[in-house]
């Protein structure tokens, strides 16, 4: 029956004379990587992406989570994983979902909470907690248009700003953006992987127009994804002067200065955290200031050293000019300078995963270029970040009408830009 229905609606497209334009779609290119593909849309990569992360960490995975568009996709999709041990919680509001996803990652359990821009402004309070308790926390923001409820159903990428910054007090998150709907899926991958190393809630920034998009996706092996498994604190890891040993929670790991994890109920690790300053080493609570001064600059040095990998560059040769993009921009920006290299214009093309810290070669790279052009679905933000740490008179094109970025349109932007 289906084979039959299939070719009833062959024939009629072959026959029919409704439609004055025809459309042809090729082969698939050869530098696709052999494999088994799949359709897969950017929220169910990134809900895929969890439960891998989940297993591959050997962690139960938890969702607090309050429905929003364009984010409710992926509480209906990990809520049919019970087999892979996800406990998915709807709760009554935004605040309770984090702190649901919170208190799960207290008790050893990648924890994650998803929202749109809007609930994250509920959410940062108990974002900032999970800074000051470092704590592995993963927030999913799909960004919509705002400010405030704004356009449920447009896209924008205007929350980089506050994910960066929308605390009270000094309190760094990394920030990681997928570029494609398939790419949804390694991006949570590595978010997740920053959370766990580092212990820290980390931001994975995706859009409306990557939760809805869709496209061709390799079932990754499963043999080649990341080991993220952790180790939990297992006894005493600090000797007082007395000869006693006990346990400090915020006793540092050298090289990720993450604190230990100690799954409550342990024994022997009994520990007080909480919102208010730790004494470093000990964690009691401790209003010295100098001590307060060395965990805010300990907090941002640990974000600070979080290992990414260097931003690689497309450049044909010859160019002068480098397009700077991030999120969803990728498929138009790439299609205009495919575009323009097409007309002989020679134009490199760069993309960021990683927004918070910026890649360690990213600076070298703009230094390399005498212009920088950064199309954006915000009003300048990236561009503002970029200027700020770089000094370089980046280039903002910019659009906010809740739609993504026409490539005709944005190589038209370019031109003008490499003109100017």
């Known amino acids: 029956a289906n084979v039959t229905a299939f070719r009833a609606g062959w024939n009629f497209g072959e026959t029919t004379e409704d439609f004055a334009v025809s459309y042809e779609v090729a082969p698939a290119s050869s530098a696709f990587q052999a ?54 919680f709807q709760a009554e509001d935004e605040i309770a979902g984090i702190g649901a996803a919170l208190g799960a990652a207290f008790g050893g359990s990648l924890a994650v909470t998803t929202t749109s821009g809007p609930g994250v402004a509920l959410k940062s309070e108990t974002i900032g907690l999970a800074v000051s308790l470092e704590l592995p926390l993963v927030v999913v923001d799909i960004q919509r248009g705002g400010p405030s409820t704004g356009l449920p159903t447009k896209t924008e990428q205007a929350d980089l700003l506050q994910a960066m910054y929308g605390r009270n007090g000094e309190a760094p998150v990394p920030i990681v953006a997928p570029s494609t709907p398939a790419d949804c899926f390694d991006a949570a991958l590595e978010a997740a992987r920053i959370a766990l190393v580092y212990r820290t809630p980390v931001f994975l920034l995706s859009d409306g127009y990557l939760a809805n998009g869709s496209e061709p996706w390799r079932v990754p092996d499963v043999e080649g994804l990341p080991d993220l ?94 397009v700077l993009g991030w999120g969803s921009t990728y498929g138009p920006i790439a299609a205009a300078v495919r575009r323009l290299r097409g007309e002989g214009v020679a134009l490199a093309q760069a993309h960021l995963r990683h927004l918070n810290p910026f ?16 199309p954006e679905m915000n009003l300048g933000q990236l561009a503002t970040l970029i200027r700020a740490k770089y000094a370089i008179d980046a280039r903002s094109h910019t659009q906010v009408n809740g739609m993504p970025f026409k490539a005709e349109e944005l190589a038209n932007a370019l031109k003008e830009a490499i003109n100017a």
């Not at 006793?251 to 604190?259: F, G, I, P």
């Not at 990213?362 to 052009?373: D, F, I, N, Q, T």
């Open 229 to 322: 498994r952790v180790r939990f604190a297992s006894g005493p890891n600090h000797e007082l002067a007395d000869g006693s040993r006990v346990f400090w929670p915020y006793k540092r790991d050298a090289v990720t200065l993450a604190r230990p994890w100690a799954v409550p109920g342990t024994a022997g690790l009994e520990h007080r955290i909480g919102g208010i300053e730790k004494q470093d080493g000990s964690g009691n609570i401790s209003y010295d200031p100098a001590n307060h001064e060395l965990m805010v600059r300990t907090r941002q040095a640990k974000i600070d050293g979080v290992a990414v990998e260097d931003v690689r560059v497309d450049d044909p040769g010859g160019a002068r000019v480098l």
């Open 359 to 374: 890649p360690a070669n990213l600076g070298e790279v703009l230094a390399s270029y005498e212009r920088v052009v950064i």
């Open 35 to 88: 494999g088994v593909y799949r359709n897969i849309s950017g929220n169910l990569a990134l809900a895929y992406g969890l439960v891998a992360a989940s297993v591959q960490a050997e962690l139960p995975l938890f969702l607090g989570s309050y429905p929003i568009t364009p984010a409710s996709d992926i509480l209906h999709e990990l809520s049919r994983h019970k087999n892979f041990g996800v406990r998915s």
